[in-house]
Every structure is written in C-alpha cells, then in structure tokens.
C-alpha cells in the first residue's frame, strides 16, 4: 500500500514529439461520501508531496546527473536550493507531456519537452509560478479534493479522520483527479505575481514570464480539444495573463520588447 498525492501542474499534459508520456498509474474507483469529513492537514500535505514525487520519480525516466537536461535545470537553478523559506529539490522527466509542477515538500519537476520549447527565462518564470502556487497554499486544497476522490475510504477509516494509506490503483485516479482540476483566476494570479516577483528579486528577465504566456497561448491554439486545452479552459487566458505582465514591467520600467514570439523548430535544450 502507498500513499500518494499529485502536485500542482502548471501546463497540463500535451502530445510533443519525443519520449514518452508520463505514467500516473491505473485508473481506480469513487470516493465515499463518509471520507468527506476527513481532517486534512498542512502535514499531511507535505507528507503525501512527498510520497508522491518519490512514486512519480520511480514510474517515469528521470534524466540522469550528466543529462543535458539535468545540466541545464542546475545551470539555472543550482543557486536555489531554498526559496522563501522552502527546501527545494529538482529532477527533469524525460517524457513528451509539456508540463512542470512543484509540490509542498519542496519537490519540483521539469518535464523535458517543456525545457525543448521555453528559454532560460521561460523556465524560471515558470518554475517560480509552481513555487508561487506552494508558498500560497493552493496545493492543500487541491490536494486533499484529489485524495477524497482517489482515497474510496469507507465509513470507519472516515470516521478516524486520519489520511488513509493507497493502493496503485488509487494512485491513478488521484493522479488524473489532479489533471482535471483547474486553479481559480485568483490562484493563478496571485501565482503570476509571486513568479514575475521572484524574476525581479533575483535580477531575471521578468520578460520571460510574458513569452512563456505568449507561447502557451500559441499552444493552446487550434480546433482540437486537447489535455492541455482542456486545463485552461478554466484558467485566465494566457494571452491576458501575458499582457498583465508586460504592464506591471512597463510601469516597473523593465519592459524589453522580444519582438515576435513564437515555439521553437528545434529543442533548445542541446
């Protein structure tokens, strides 16, 4: 028995053109109406990230320490072992989904076919989005709603209160729980603003923050209703959110205009 929860997902799942997708488990059964009452707490948040990551680390190819992709991540980020008072540790999965997410025990994961499309200064903004989305507490409540689906507990363990432990196919549901849910305009907002504060403090580009908005926007393009369409449909337009940040770096006296913006015809990460 495992117990396992999935993190907050920034880009959602979307076919690229290499690897393969990642694997979140088989599908499982419904949640019973006892297991609502179930006492959720900012441990329990922590320690669920955690069990979570390690399966996801053991079910996916995770790039190796001379990997041009690992190289990249700890060229960028190595200086930020700890962010806001957060332990942070980093892995890229080498998988075809465009997707990043940071969870509350400090785990973040990069997916590779995101690292092939954004720049440097896409990447941090994005991963200080993720960061934004744990340090605001948005990863409790989601996670604890994809738990109660996954979980089916029956009425004595609800009644304990206690987080009841799963099985590999409750991983699996709780895993594409999390892949439905979606953000409120709120979060994601007060996310956009902790990441374009993050590029500030640190002396990044804030205009990286507006190109990975102008990119997501291009992707979510088209007539085909995919994984990763479906995900923000829910979510402020990426086009709008992109605009809120050239605003804020107008006014911050910041703004540099990188021209047209569009998705790479080859893999940025060499």
Known sequence: ?????????????????????????????????????LTF??????????????????????????????????????KHKSQDGLALNYKVYKVKDINAFACADGSVRVFSSLMDIMTDDEILAV???????????????????????????????????????????????????????????KQESEADTYSYDFMKANKYN???????????????EGSTQTGFQKMFNSHPDSEKRAQAIKKRAEKDGLWKDPGTVSIPKTKLTK
């Open 1 to 37: 028995m495992r117990k396992i929860t999935l993190c907050l997902l920034f880009l959602g799942a979307m076919n690229a053109v290499s690897a393969q997708k990642i694997n979140l488990g088989k599908a499982a059964g419904i949640v019973s109406k006892g297991a609502k009452a």
């Open 41 to 78: 707490t900012n441990e329990d948040a922590v320690k669920l990230s955690k069990e979570s990551v390690d399966w996801m680390d053991k079910n996916n190819p995770v790039a190796g320490p001379k990997d041009p992709y690992t190289v990249r991540l700890n060229r960028l980020f190595g």
């Open 127 to 185: 991963i200080g989005h993720e960061i934004g989305h744990v340090k605001n507490q948005d990863t409790k409540d989601a996670i604890k709603s994809a738990y109660l689906k996954a979980a089916a507990l029956d009425a004595a363990s609800s009644a304990s209160g206690t987080v009841a432990a799963l099985n590999d196919s409750q991983i699996g549901q709780m895993a594409n729980a999390f892949l439905d849910a979606s953000h409120s305009k």
């Open 206 to 220: 804030v205009v990286g923050a507006y190109t990975a908005f102008k990119k997501l926007a291009l992707l979510s």
